[in-house]
């Protein structure tokens, strides 16, 4: 599951790589690298999104009678309200308008009720309009993406003649809201309302870039990362918004973003994200290579994660006594008797096995065993990694949170339900538990 997920992951930074080095890259599947931090058992890779909004052209077709006859702007109110009326746009409940599902187009794409936020409901609109030959592209507007429908050449969006020289015909839609249209007035006074100068209205106005509409993607998921997504922790989904900034920063500040964002995502990496290393050292290096202060906390947590990922295991088998002291074993859960927390253990030691100055820190002779009991290395439901004395440890049956279940995949080959413990992939250090 964990090499899978890393091949996922660079699924999606290669799209953000080619992006940033100034190739094309359809805004449909630069957004659905997002959906591949976060697939685990879900379907919404690159090709399952393409297939997905092939399928919801087709439909739009079949089912209007005469679309082919209809005028661009008719083609384009079809579309918005064919998405609508299937739940394909916009968000049922206000109360979970940023919920973190809202901002992945895979996640919205599948069969459960409308989750897409403007941004994801536009650009899903975008992205059918085209494959029904009708020109439709996100504009930069603040807060809220609103859809630029052209008319083509030579055409205005009634399917009659322009006049020779005059501007293409368009129009500003809101896919979120069906088929609204949005004059162009409303939005200048809107931006005059935020206080944008009249000189800059063009810039707000017009066609986002892919790489605006990432950067924006990736706010959104910020503002949600609090919230989660069903079955699903939400680091993943923050891991994914961390890696967008590092690849395609605002290019004005590009090295004050990438230095804000580095050190979030180390910290991910040493926790969670253990397979990445390659990633980081293919992706990430190359970008702090003239600035030596950051490449060095890099290359020294890439050091970190390769030693440990190398580095022999000392294997610590059972015997007699070792068994009598050390009561429990690895793939086990337990809630702790003081904090409360659940947890897993994922390794031991007979004593405790930390300085002197950490067991002096954290009170360690304060407790009523002391540093002479054993002590075990645990990863606890709330994503941290601690250290705890038995005598903190209570192993009473409870049901497994579902976060926990889903960190604990990462470490254990599988939970066995009928003995009620993860089943460990590190015999090589821990043979006999």
Not at 297 to 320: E, F, H, I, T, Y
């Amino acid at each position: 599951g964990a090499a899978l997920g890393g091949l996922h992951r660079s699924m999606a930074i290669e799209e953000w790589v080619k992006l940033r080095d100034g190739h094309p890259v359809p805004l449909e599947r630069a957004l659905a690298a997002f959906d591949h931090f976060v697939l685990h058992e879900r379907k919404a890779d690159f090709d399952e999104i393409s297939a997905r909004l092939d399928k919801i052209a087709r439909s739009i077709r079949q089912e209007t009678l005469n679309f082919g006859e209809a005028t661009p702007l008719q083609k384009a109110k079809i579309v918005a309200v064919y998405l609508h009326k299937n739940q394909v746009t916009g968000v049922t409940d206000n109360d979970q308008y940023f919920n973190l599902r809202n901002s992945f187009i895979g996640l919205a794409l599948q069969d459960d009720g409308p989750a897409a936020l403007p941004l994801i409901s536009t650009v899903i609109f975008c992205a059918v309009s085209e494959r029904l030959g009708i020109s439709a592209e996100p504009c930069n507007f603040p807060f809220h993406i609103y859809a630029i429908v052209r008319a083509p050449n030579g055409e205005n969006l009634d399917s009659e003649s322009a006049t020779t020289g005059s501007e293409v015909d368009s129009i500003y839609m809101d896919p979120f809201a069906s088929d609204k249209e949005v004059s162009r007035g409303e939005l200048e006074a809107q931006l005059e309302a935020m206080g944008v100068p009249p000189a800059d209205h063009d810039s707000f106005l017009g066609v986002a870039s892919v790489a605006d509409m990432v950067r924006r993607t990736a706010r959104n998921i910020l503002m949600g990362s609090g919230s989660g997504i069903a079955g699903l922790e939400s680091d993943s989904a923050l891991y994914s918004a961390l890696w967008a900034f590092l690849m395609l920063p605002e290019p004005d500040t590009a090295l004050v973003q990438r230095a804000r964002y580095l050190p979030y995502v180390v910290e991910m990496l040493e926790k969670q994200y253990l397979f990445d290393v390659r990633l980081v050292e293919k992706y990430l290096l190359p970008l702090f290579t003239t600035s030596p202060q950051y490449w060095q906390q890099l290359r020294d947590a890439v050091r970190v994660m390769r030693a440990g990922d190398s580095m022999p295991k000392q294997a610590k088998p059972r015997n007699r006594d070792i068994s009598q002291s050390v009561r429990f074993k690895v793939g086990q859960v337990f809630r702790h008797r003081r904090y409360g927390y659940q947890a897993v253990i994922t390794g031991w030691d007979v004593e405790c096995a930390q300085s002197e100055m950490w067991i002096s820190q954290m009170g360690v002779d304060r407790l009523s065993r002391g540093r002479h009991q054993s002590f075990y290395h645990v990863l606890v439901d709330e994503k941290s990694v601690r250290y705890v004395a038995e005598e903190n440890i209570d192993t009473t049956p409870a049901v497994v949170s579902s976060n926990l279940m889903s960190l604990a995949g990462r470490h254990f080959k599988r939970w066995d339900s009928t003995s009620n413990v993860f089943i460990s992939n590190v015999k090589d250090e821990y043979p006999d538990d």
